[in-house]
């Protein structure tokens, strides 16, 4: 990644952390959908009090760690985007989260 790179994420840092505070706090235990919708809130919400976030904001982008999401899916975890979230959810916490399995 170049610096002007780095220097453009930058920019976004604050809200994207914020966002992921959020996700990993309180959006364990809600569905793809209901999830969704909540983060599009949320970066509204966000934009409106002028707090910025990237246009493609993710958990995975913004905190996971693209080798440690490599181990788990070569440990079985499906490689959809809901159980990746959860498994970053349970690599950031430090309590048992709350979660729905995916796979049923």
Known sequence: MTSKEL???????????CLSAGIISYLGPFSVAYRNKIIKDWINLAKKNT???SDNFSLELT?????NIRKWVMNQLPSDSF???????TYNTQRWPLMIDPQG
């Open 83 to 89: 159980s990746i979230e959860n498994a970053i959810i």
């Open 63 to 67: 905190i996971g760690e693209p080798i």
């Open 7 to 17: 220097d453009d994420k930058l920019q976004y840092i604050v809200g994207d952390i």
């Open 51 to 53: 707090i910025m976030v």
